[in-house]
């Protein structure tokens, strides 16, 4: 028999790929799931028993989720990455993470075929396929639900033949979780117009008045909130969501462009994601130049835009991530932030590398470091060839 990787979340599209790999084409079936921080230990127990029972040969669960921010995260900070302003690609990245790690596993079980449960509407397709044609260079990648062009009425009648039980209630919103980020789809967010209800969020409002949190980073990466040490960043952004996330903060709507080429819209809430993005942002404007953080903001919207359209394999990334990486020496200190029901604002740093520094001067009050006659002559030769033009353009029209 011939072996397909399944790349496998236990829902209604993969498991209409198991019993159609396994029992209508004949596949020798090997699951996995990469967890990237959206499921519970008792979750993942569910689905690899429900893989067995549909007929799995094998069931993998590969916890990624310090990987994922080892991986993509962390430049995602050092970036102070938002897709169109907005957007922490909660799902963009999560996608790439599993694609690898569903290759890898193709790979190391010498595969003939790879399978995911992409619709041919969206992004996803092309993350996993562009991934799989770089990793696993010939073997063919089988996407059922795509190829077949089904409906999920198709999907449920061909399910209920096979005698498989599940819940085959649509909920009425699409949510997708992971460490940085949850995306929320709905009725609301499939026309231009229209909020997402409270009850469509899944963390609800449970705190009320004011709390400061100080997180404390070292050369970029979030180490400690509250004077709460953690051996690895991804358990401090974890830490950090079960604190802020009870503010309902960190919630928007994304409006972007897809892949494929058309304008998409969903729902998010990232309320770790947001607060730390932000605060980072705030300690980067105190300790870095003005020409890092200009080149900074110009290389990682670049690097945001292209790991959302899937190549996270190009060789530039390497380099962009390289550049990201040296930036990031001397931020290093805590930032302050307050955080109220939906609301949250950066309150101020302290760092030993910060650079507004009161030994060098107060802006708008006081200098130490030059004289007024400095400035005269500074002031002349930096605007001399602007008023050279001038002088030059003003006599040819006279």
């Avoid at 770089?134 to 063919?140: A, K, Q, S």
């Avoid at 997180?215 to 960043?233: C, I, Q, R, S, Y």
């Avoid at 409006?255 to 770790?272: C, L, N, Y």
């Avoid at 030059?370 to 002559?377: A, C, M, P, S």
Wanted: aromatic letters at 10%; charged letters at 25%; proline letters at 2%.
């Amino acid at each position: 028999m011939k072996k397909v990787v399944l790349g496998f979340s236990g829902g209604l599209d993969t498991t209409f790929c198991v019993k159609h790999l396994g029992e209508d084409k004949g596949y020798e079936i090997h699951s996995v799931i990469v967890n990237t921080g959206g499921f519970s230990e008792e979750e993942l127990k569910k689905i690899e028993a429900h893989a067995y029972k549909l007929g799995v040969k094998t069931h993998t669960t590969v916890d990624a989720v310090k990987g994922y921010y080892d991986k993509m995260i962390k430049y995602l900070v050092f970036g102070n990455v938002l897709k169109n302003n907005t957007y922490p690609l909660s799902v963009s990245a999560e996608r790439l993470v599993q694609a690898l790690h569903i290759a890898e596993h193709a790979k190391a079980l010498k595969a003939d075929a790879v399978a995911h449960g992409s619709t041919g509407a969206g992004n996803d397709q092309v993350r996993f396929d562009m991934v799989f044609n770089i990793v696993l260079p010939g073997v063919e990648i089988i996407t059922p639900i795509r190829d077949l062009k089904l409906s999920r009425e198709a999907e449920i009648e061909y399910l209920k033949g096979k005698g498989v039980e599940m819940n085959f209630e649509k909920a009425a919103y699409s949510i997708n979780k992971g460490l940085w980020g949850t995306s929320v789809g709905g009725r609301e967010t499939l026309s231009s117009k229209g909020l997402l209800p409270e009850e469509a969020w899944p963390t609800q409002v449970t705190k009320s008045g004011a709390e400061e949190v100080k997180l404390h980073f070292e050369k970029g990466e979030l180490t400690a909130v509250n004077d709460k040490t953690f051996a690895h960043p991804s358990e401090a952004i974890q830490y950090l969501q079960t604190i802020a996330g009870a503010y309902g903060v960190g919630r928007d709507i994304h409006v972007g462009d897809t892949i494929i080429g058309i304008k998409g819209r969903v729902g998010f809430e990232a309320a770790a994601p947001m607060v730390i993005l932000k605060a980072h942002h705030a300690l980067e404007k105190h300790v870095l130049t003005k020409w890092q953080l200009s080149w900074k903001d110009n290389i990682a919207n670049f690097y945001g835009n292209w790991m959302h359209e899937g190549q996270i394999l190009d060789p530039v990334m390497r380099d962009i991530e390289a550049f990201l990486q040296s930036s990031q020496a001397n931020v290093t200190g805590d930032v302050f932030v307050q955080l109220q029901p939906y609301y949250f604002q950066v309150i101020g740093i302290e760092s030993k590398y910060d650079l507004m520094n009161s030994k060098f001067g107060k802006y708008g009050e006081m200098n130490n470091g030059w004289t007024g006659e400095d400035v005269r002559g500074f002031t002349k030769i930096f605007g001399n060839q602007t008023a050279m033009f001038h002088m030059v353009k003003d006599s040819n029209e006279q």
